[in-house]
């Protein structure tokens, strides 16, 4: 039996380097409550801020985890979308947040990021994500692999490859 050949890997769609027209096209952050701030954005940082409300609460009454790696790995991504050419696209490929301090209803965060190395296919990127009162409550690294114009994906999923016993 032949086994299935499953497409290539989906490649993400070529943002623009303008972060402000980039944040009006919205995304998963948005859905969220958070923005990109353009005037607190630019060539190889990026900022992104919003409102702490009732959704963004987890049992314990503080902000979720899951919003502190969204808004960080937004900011992030946006300083590294900042860097890229009109041929260039990226994806986080990876992101380790540590949580400092929980944030409660009511307080603002600003998570900003900043490259800290762009090579030809791979980009390091630190953030940090600030209260109200500018007390760090979380901060984060990560990798972003970029793809070239003319690079096409290659390959088949983990999980389609077939294994010799």
Same mark, same amino acid.
């Given at each position: 039996?032949?086994?299935? @050949?499953?497409?290539?890997?989906?490649?993400?769609? @070529?943002?623009?380097?303008?972060?402000?027209?980039?944040? #009006?096209?919205?995304?998963?952050?948005? !859905?969220?409550?958070?923005?990109?701030?353009?005037?607190?954005?630019?060539?190889?940082?990026?900022?992104?801020?919003?409102?702490? +409300?009732?959704?963004?609460?987890?049992?314990?009454? $503080?902000?979720?985890? *899951?919003?502190?790696?969204?808004? /960080?790995?937004?900011?992030?991504?946006?300083?590294?979308?900042?860097? /890229?050419?009109?041929?260039?696209?990226?994806?986080?490929?990876? /992101?380790?947040? !540590?949580?400092?301090?929980?944030? #409660?209803?009511? +307080?603002?965060?600003?998570? #900003?990021?900043?490259?800290?190395?762009?090579?030809?296919?791979?980009?390091?990127? +630190?953030?940090?994500?600030?209260?109200?009162?500018? !007390?760090?409550?979380?901060?984060?690294?990560?990798?972003?692999?970029?793809?070239?114009?003319?690079? @096409?994906?290659? *390959?088949?999923?983990?999980?389609?490859?077939? $294994?010799? @016993?």
């Amino acid at each position: 039996m032949t086994p299935k @050949r499953s497409p290539g890997e989906p490649r993400p769609v @070529r943002p623009s380097p303008d972060l402000f027209r980039a944040a #009006r096209r919205g995304g998963f952050h948005q !859905e969220v409550g958070f923005r990109v701030v353009p005037e607190k954005s630019g060539r190889g940082y990026c900022t992104v801020a919003g409102h702490v +409300e009732r959704r963004h609460l987890n049992i314990n009454g $503080v902000v979720h985890g *899951g919003v502190y790696a969204t808004i /960080l790995d937004t900011a992030m991504g946006g300083a590294v979308v900042s860097l /890229l050419t009109d041929e260039e696209t990226t994806a986080t490929t990876s /992101l380790y947040v !540590e949580f400092l301090r929980a944030a #409660r209803r009511g +307080e603002i965060l600003s998570a #900003r990021g900043e490259v800290v190395r762009r090579g030809h296919h791979v980009a390091f990127a +630190e953030g940090e994500l600030l209260g109200s009162r500018g !007390e760090r409550l979380s901060q984060a690294r990560g990798t972003w692999y970029i793809w070239s114009g003319d690079e @096409r994906p290659q *390959g088949t999923a983990l999980g389609s490859r077939r $294994v010799a @016993r």
